[in-house]
T-cell receptor, first 113, second 110 residues
Framework: AQSVTQLGSHVSVSEGALVLLRCNYSSSVPPYLFWYVQYPNQGLQLLLKYTTGATLVKGINGFEAEFKKSETSFHLTKPSAHMSDAAEYFCAVSDRQNNDMRFGAGTRLTVKP | GAVVSQHPSRVICKSGTSVKIECRSLDFQATTMFWYRQFPKQSLMLMATSNEGSKATYEQGVEKDKFLINHASLTLSTLTVTSAHPEDSSFYIC??????FGQGTRLTVV
């Protein structure tokens, strides 16, 4: 069974500061890993995903994440936070066969002016 | 990327009535779709896996008679919340191909 743990239910940064949202996964098979963003009362928007190949994955809106197998981590980063980045972020894992996705509890990102 | 359309985006219904939510894959065929539920300020929880032409697979604790899933074609899966009650009020989201999600449906039962 797969699972995801997001450390920190709430992260607050200043505008222009580094964003780091942590995600650790557990999977008995090589995982697919995802980061999604959710704005209030909206669906999920895919930021980026790791399937195979390069472990540093670049996504939309300047976000990137690095798959570290040795640490079972897939942390999301952005060099400089923007006010529009304030939202809920979900890390998710799926197995390669079934595609059903398991989500972390989410991290609410607040960006202070 | 693949597009998944979910309808309606918002619905208010009276307690005891049934509500149907549609999930369509617009530019691809999906033999499998997934239904999630999200309570306020919480994460998404997988409810069931919808399989085209066969019965859905429900997660533990999800009442299959309450949440009826039909996957009649390769582009459409429906979730019907039967005899809805206020505790069923939630945000329901479908997905296909694992990573592509519909816009979600906010269900409010009054």
């Amino acid at each position: 069974a797969q699972s995801v743990t997001q450390l920190g239910s709430h992260v607050s940064v200043s505008e222009g500061a580094l964003v780091l949202l942590r995600c650790n996964y557990s999977s008995s098979v090589p995982p697919y890993l995802f980061w999604y963003v959710q704005y209030p009362n909206q669906g999920l928007q895919l930021l980026l995903k790791y399937t195979t190949g390069a472990t540093l994955v670049k996504g939309i809106n300047g976000f990137e994440a690095e798959f570290k197998k040795s640490e079972t981590s897939f942390h999301l980063t952005k060099p400089s936070a923007h006010m529009s980045d304030a939202a809920e972020y979900f890390c998710a894992v799926s197995d390669r066969q079934n595609n059903d996705m398991r989500f972390g509890a989410g991290t609410r990102l607040t960006v202070k002016p | 990327g693949a597009v998944v359309s979910q309808h309606p985006s918002r619905v208010i219904c009276k307690s005891g009535t049934s509500v149907k939510i549609e999930c369509r894959s617009l530019d691809f065929q999906a033999t499998t779709m997934f239904w999630y539920r999200q309570f306020p300020k919480q994460s998404l929880m997988l409810m069931a896996t919808s399989n085209e032409g066969s019965k859905a697979t429900y997660e533990q604790g999800v009442e299959k008679d309450k949440f009826l899933i039909n996957h009649a074609s390769l582009t459409l899966s429906t979730l019907t919340v039967t005899s809805a009650h206020p505790e069923d009020s939630s945000f329901y989201i479908c997905s296909a191909r694992g990573a592509f999600f519909g816009q979600g449906t906010r269900l409010t039962v009054v």
